[in-house]
């Protein structure tokens, strides 16, 4: 009788699973006719104002692809991937475990908060009431109706029996956008668990961004946690691999003046010269501030066997966790984007100084803006070094995760420029991913920078409200520009 209880637990939590997967897929596709058709009308229609001030165009143009962004990143944050857990049992390689001793210790030392400080730093959770606004668009409200009353949120080790047992969420759920409005649901806090440098302080300057690349969920996962650095989303730069351009966002990004670079040895040139060319044309024109690529050149999966082949043969390090990179995109990006070139390096140029300057990269005048400023190393982690891809946040069919993100931050001055020695510099910071990532998931978290003894992770979250405006938007603005179309058929048809 256990076993047959079990199996039918099972058997609920499959269709739960089934069916929220099907629901979600369906309202992301509304979602995604709604929102990519509105943001291309919407900048057709100010095609006037950007022949009179282009500035103000690309401005408006970021703002509406940040938000698009936005919506991309609730998929998964609605899906809970983003979601930890504070009990008093302990989050531990994707499962919940009584508290280790180390964990005890840490507690009595003071840095991890007890249970009691930690409920009283984020509230009573009972008392954790999320304001909502009333209005809505009808299709959102209804899909949030029908998952909230006729399937509430199961944990996902447990049979659907046991969910009220445990926690009796009151929950919207309408496919990307997730709000709680109570819930007794102990310790459910959503946010993106983020290590190292503090990048906020550096947002509005010039960067390039270097990030390891595990699957396809890593855009994803950028695309959240950038979210609430200031203007970074909406002045970014995106190189991915061509196959993204023939997605359903590889209109937007090609508006946006992303680039889809193609990887092979055949296509190496000519990718490097039309990047070259790309970056000349549109990264100062439409403002652009962070340029981000992958330097692995492909999947972690598909790469790895590879890389350390190639380790063995030429003596190189040896990595698990990451490959090697491949230097073509980064040497162009430093050398077309780089303010100045000094003894092999690059350094931090100064355009509002008196005269011209032009030291063998730029010629850079009063009143141009200022080159590359940083270097961003981004080293993304998942729990149990299982990678999130596009289908799972689309589909959540995998339990609530948490994924954790490390910065490491280097002024562009020290940076070598010459082929030789950025190479060798590169490497190595893909020598300090290895680390990073090996010590990770051995422990559960990064290690502390050099010189202090515990690191500290802060948490970024996303706020629901927003988010809920946006969607809200989204889709009112479609239904907008299909009564327009509609009209106008009518009138001429």
Not at 60 to 79: D, N, P, R, Y
Not at 222 to 240: A, F, H, S
Not at 486 to 492: D, E, L
Request: charged share 20%.
């Amino acid at each position: 009788k256990k076993r047959m209880a079990l199996t039918l637990g099972q058997a609920w939590r499959l269709g739960w699973i089934l069916l929220k997967a099907v629901l979600r897929f369906i309202f992301m596709i509304m979602n995604n006719l709604a929102a990519i058709p509105s943001y291309v009308l919407y900048l057709i229609v100010l095609q006037p104002v950007r022949l009179m001030d282009s500035r103000t165009f690309w401005h408006i143009e970021g703002v509406m692809f940040k938000w698009l962004l936005a919506m991309v990143s609730s998929w998964g944050w609605a899906a809970g991937y983003t979601a930890e857990t504070r009990s008093s049992t302990v989050l531990r390689h994707g499962r919940e475990e009584e508290p280790t001793a180390q964990h005890n210790n840490a507690v009595k030392r003071g840095s991890l908060p007890s249970d009691s400080e930690w409920k009283r730093q984020r509230g009573s959770t009972s008392d954790q009431k999320w304001k909502i606004v009333t209005s809505n668009v009808a299709l959102s409200y209804m899909f949030s109706i029908f998952t909230n009353y006729m399937f509430p949120r199961v944990p996902s080790n447990q049979p659907l029996g046991f969910a009220a047992s445990r926690c009796s969420p009151l929950i919207i759920c309408g496919g990307n956008l997730t709000m709680t409005l109570t819930s007794s649901c102990r310790g459910l806090s959503p946010n993106v668990m983020e290590w190292g440098d503090d990048v906020r302080p550096i947002s509005e300057e010039a960067a390039v961004v270097i990030a390891n690349h595990q699957s396809t969920g890593d855009v994803c996962t950028l695309m959240m946690c950038l979210q609430d650095k200031g203007t970074v989303v909406r002045k970014m730069m995106w190189l991915m691999d061509h196959v993204f351009k023939y997605t359903n966002f590889g209109l937007v990004s090609l508006i946006h003046g992303d680039f889809f670079i193609r990887q092979g040895k055949a296509h190496r040139d000519k990718q490097l010269f039309l990047l070259k060319d790309h970056l000349d044309k549109y990264y100062h024109s439409r403002d652009r501030k962070w340029i981000v690529l992958f330097p692995e050149g492909g999947f972690l999966r598909k790469r790895r066997e590879t890389s350390q082949s190639f380790s063995k043969k030429y003596n190189l390090p040896f990595l698990k966790h990451v490959t090697l990179p491949r230097m073509g995109a980064t040497e162009v990006i430093l050398k077309s984007l780089g303010p100045q070139q000094e003894n092999g390096s690059l350094a931090a140029g100064d355009a509002t100084s008196s005269g011209c300057s032009n030291t063998g990269l730029l010629k850079l005048c009063p009143g141009d803006p200022l080159g590359l400023q940083w270097v961003i190393d981004i080293t993304i982690a998942y729990t149990k070094a299982r990678p999130m891809d596009i289908q799972t946040w689309i589909l959540a069919y995998r339990p609530p995760t948490v994924t954790h993100v490390h910065y490491r931050i280097y002024p562009i001055k020290d940076v070598p420029i010459e082929t030789e020695p950025l190479t060798n510099w590169l490497y190595q910071r893909f020598v300090e991913k290895e680390e990073l990532l090996a010590h990770f998931y051995e422990t559960g978290a990064f290690p502390p920078p050099k010189g202090q003894k515990e690191a500290v992770s802060k948490e970024m979250t996303l706020d629901p409200v927003w988010l809920f405006l946006i969607q809200s938007l989204a889709l009112a603005s479609g239904y907008m520009w299909y009564n327009i179309f509609q009209y106008f058929y009518y009138v001429f048809f």
